[in-house]
């Protein structure tokens, strides 16, 4: 995340071993409506999608990673 403006559906952090993945969204509604077709275009079918719209709650999911 070296971009200066994040939030949207592309800033979003997989955990692998959780099998989750978090997206950062500022103002969820209603982007959030968007991840269902998401999860199911680009991971797994068992994994998970979060929602924060806290940052420093997204930043703590990055240093998972």
Do not use: W
């Amino acid at each position: 995340m070296t971009r200066k403006n994040i939030g949207g559906l592309n800033d979003y952090i997989v955990l692998k071993e959780e099998k989750e993945v978090v997206f950062y969204l500022h103002n969820p509604y209603p982007d959030c409506l968007e991840i269902p077709a998401i999860m199911k275009q680009r991971f797994p079918d068992d994994y998970k999608s979060i929602v924060t719209s806290d940052l420093e709650e997204f930043k703590k999911y990055g240093e998972k990673v």
